[in-house]
């Protein structure tokens, strides 16, 4: 059963930090591309316009989207399975619900998100 469980979201005042993790198993994560998207609150889903994130299954190449760049850092521990997102500078505008996705031949896997909310 693959299972993506996000956590580490809150409410954090414009400025401060967020570290995101996103745990997962039954697929073989070691091989999987990660990405981090989020989805503003009232807002569709465009996942193009949300993507913030992306690690290759090596970790050997990050991309990010410009809006985060220089403030996030995303990151992998293949032994824990598991793909962080560090948040730092964190702006009114980052809120939202942070979702991981593996990506695996065929297919995509979900986690079910965590809330950032960045307000004073």
């Known amino acids: 059963q693959v299972q993506l469980v996000e956590s580490g979201g809150g409410l954090v005042q414009p400025g401060g930090s967020l570290t995101l993790s996103c745990a997962t198993s039954?697929?073989?994560?070691?091989?999987?591309?990660m990405t981090w998207f989020r989805q503003a609150p009232g807002k569709e889903r465009d996942w193009e316009r949300d993507?913030?994130?992306?690690?290759?299954?090596?970790?050997?190449?990050?991309a990010y989207a410009d809006s985060v760049k220089g403030r996030f850092t995303i990151s992998r521990d293949n032994a824990k399975n598991t793909v962080y997102l560090q948040m730092n500078s964190l702006k009114p505008e980052d809120t939202a619900v942070y979702y991981c996705?593996?990506?695996?031949?065929?297919?995509?896997?979900w986690g079910q998100g965590t809330p950032v909310t960045v307000s004073s």
């Open positions: 993507w913030v994130a992306t690690i290759t299954a090596a970790g050997d190449t990050k």
């Open positions: 996705r593996a990506r695996v031949p065929g297919n995509y896997y």
């Open positions: 039954g697929f073989s994560f070691s091989s999987s591309a």
